[in-house]
């Protein structure tokens, strides 16, 4: 999985649209192989990106969970701990 697509289920407060937004465009740019469309691709690219944040919204606001609710700044926390291992030398 791309490693800049963070999980945005079942956190207080819930996902902002610029999260979603954010989350969509990682994964159009993945999808696509390019960071920047050119000219050319802006108005499919700009296109896929609502489509899969619109998609995302739906996805998040209709899962269910009996978990507690993450805490965003714990994660960022596990995450940080995770990257130090990982480029500790």
Wanted: net charge positive.
């Amino acid at each position: 999985m791309c490693r800049s697509i963070k999980p945005l289920h079942n956190y207080r407060p819930p996902a902002s649209d610029d999260e979603v937004r954010e989350a969509a465009m990682q994964f159009v740019r993945k999808l696509s192989g390019s960071r920047t469309p050119s000219r050319a691709n802006t108005e499919a690219f700009d296109r896929a990106v609502d489509d899969v944040a619109a998609a995302t919204r739906t996805l998040i606001d209709s899962l269910v969970t009996k978990a507690p609710p993450r805490n965003r700044e714990v994660e960022a926390e596990k995450a940080r701990a995770r990257a130090a291992r990982r480029y500790a030398e």
